[in-house]
C-alpha cells in the first residue's frame, strides 16, 4: 500500500445503493443517495484549519463487533468550526437495535433494553444523523469504531458505503507528542483537566473529543499548519 493510501486510510470510498433494499423508508434511501454527490467536491484538505468544518461524532453499540451482530444503540455530535465548539448544533439519538443489550454494555452505558423499544430505526437515525453532518468531516476519538458501525449500518440499510472522511482525534495528538502512551478519552481529558459529564454516553462522550480537538487545533495552527494536507505531508515525512 502506497504512503498516500496509508495516509487516506479515513476512507473516501465509491457509493452505491440498491433499490431493493427491503422494509426501506423511499425518501430516506434518497436522502442517502444524495450524500455522494453532495460530497464530490472535497476541498477539505486545503481549507484552513480556523476555519475547518467539522463534526464530531461518538457511538454507543452492543459491542465491538459488527460483523457478527452488534449494533448501534446511541448517536451523539457536536459541530465545531476551527477550534470552536458549536454547542447549538449538537445530535443525539438512540437507536432501536432490534436485540436485546447485554448486561455488561446496561451497566457500562446505562441504557437498558426497554429504553429503546420506541427509538428510531438504524435507517431513520442514520438518515437523522447525515442529514445533520450534510457536507462537514467527520472527527471521532479512536475512529474505527465509529467507523466500522457507519459502514456497517449503512451497508445494512441501503446498501450504501460511507463517503464521508473520517479523520481521527490521534491525528492531532501525535503532532505533540510522538511517544503519547495513553490515549484514551479519560486520559487525556485528565491531562487537560477537561471533565466528562456522563462517560459512556455518546453525546457527552463526543463533546469531550471536541473539546480535546479543539485544544490540539489550536496548537497545530500555533506551530504553523494552515490546513490538513500540511499535516498529512508532516506525518508523512515523519513516517
Same mark, same amino acid.
Given at each position: 500500500? =502506497?504512503?498516500?493510501?496509508? @495516509?487516506?486510510?479515513?476512507?473516501?470510498?465509491?457509493? !452505491?445503493?440498491?433499490?431493493?433494499?427491503?422494509?426501506?423508508?423511499?425518501?430516506?434511501?434518497?436522502?442517502?443517495?444524495?450524500?455522494?454527490?453532495?460530497?464530490?467536491?472535497?476541498?477539505? @484538505?486545503?481549507?484552513?484549519?480556523? =476555519? /475547518? *468544518?467539522?463534526?464530531?461524532?461518538?457511538?454507543?453499540?452492543?459491542?465491538?463487533? %459488527?460483523?457478527?451482530?452488534?449494533?448501534?444503540?446511541?448517536?451523539?455530535?457536536?459541530?465545531?468550526?476551527?477550534?470552536?465548539? @458549536?454547542?447549538?448544533?449538537?445530535?443525539?439519538?438512540?437507536?432501536? %437495535?432490534?436485540?436485546?443489550? %447485554?448486561?455488561?454494555?446496561?451497566?457500562?452505558?446505562?441504557?437498558?433494553? *426497554?429504553?429503546?423499544?420506541?427509538?428510531?430505526?438504524?435507517?431513520?437515525?442514520? =438518515?437523522?444523523?447525515?442529514?445533520?453532518?450534510?457536507?462537514?468531516?467527520?472527527?471521532?476519538?479512536?475512529?474505527?469504531? *465509529?467507523?466500522?458501525?457507519?459502514?456497517?449500518?449503512?451497508?445494512?440499510?441501503?446498501?450504501?458505503?460511507?463517503?464521508?472522511?473520517? @479523520?481521527?482525534?490521534?491525528?492531532?495528538?501525535?503532532?505533540?507528542?510522538?511517544?503519547?502512551?495513553?490515549?484514551?478519552? *479519560?486520559?487525556?481529558?485528565?491531562?487537560?483537566?477537561?471533565?466528562?459529564?456522563?462517560?459512556?454516553?455518546?453525546?457527552?462522550?463526543?463533546?469531550?473529543?471536541?473539546?480535546?480537538? !479543539?485544544?490540539?487545533?489550536?496548537?497545530?495552527?500555533?506551530?504553523?499548519?494552515?490546513? /490538513?494536507?500540511?499535516?498529512?505531508?508532516?506525518?508523512?515525512?515523519?513516517?
Amino acid at each position: 500500500m =502506497s504512503l498516500w493510501n496509508r @495516509l487516506f486510510s479515513d476512507l473516501r470510498l465509491p457509493y !452505491s445503493l440498491s433499490s431493493s433494499v427491503t422494509g426501506s423508508d423511499p425518501g430516506q434511501l434518497a436522502f442517502l443517495r444524495a450524500m455522494k454527490k453532495d460530497l464530490q467536491q472535497d476541498r477539505v @484538505l486545503e481549507s484552513p484549519l480556523e =476555519s /475547518l *468544518e467539522v463534526v464530531v461524532v461518538d457511538l454507543e453499540t452492543t459491542g465491538f463487533f %459488527p460483523q457478527k451482530g452488534d449494533e448501534i444503540i446511541s448517536i451523539g455530535a457536536v459541530a465545531m468550526r476551527g477550534t470552536t465548539i @458549536l454547542e447549538a448544533e449538537r445530535f443525539e439519538t438512540l437507536v432501536n %437495535p432490534q436485540r436485546t443489550v %447485554p448486561p455488561e454494555i446496561e451497566a457500562l452505558t446505562g441504557i437498558r433494553t *426497554e429504553d429503546l423499544r420506541d427509538a428510531p430505526a438504524l435507517l431513520a437515525a442514520l =438518515s437523522r444523523f447525515f442529514s445533520f453532518v450534510a457536507g462537514r468531516t467527520l472527527v471521532a476519538h479512536h475512529s474505527r469504531h *465509529e467507523r466500522d458501525f457507519l459502514q456497517a449500518g449503512l451497508w445494512k440499510t441501503s446498501r450504501s458505503k460511507l463517503t464521508h472522511r473520517l @479523520l481521527d482525534t490521534t491525528l492531532l495528538f501525535r503532532l505533540e507528542d510522538r511517544t503519547l502512551e495513553n490515549a484514551s478519552l *479519560e486520559a487525556l481529558c485528565e491531562r487537560h483537566n477537561l471533565p466528562i459529564e456522563k462517560r459512556h454516553d455518546a453525546y457527552h462522550d463526543a463533546l469531550a473529543a471536541a473539546k480535546l480537538w !479543539s485544544i490540539y487545533l489550536e496548537r497545530a495552527m500555533a506551530k504553523g499548519f494552515r490546513d /490538513l494536507l500540511m499535516i498529512y505531508e508532516y506525518i508523512g515525512r515523519r513516517l
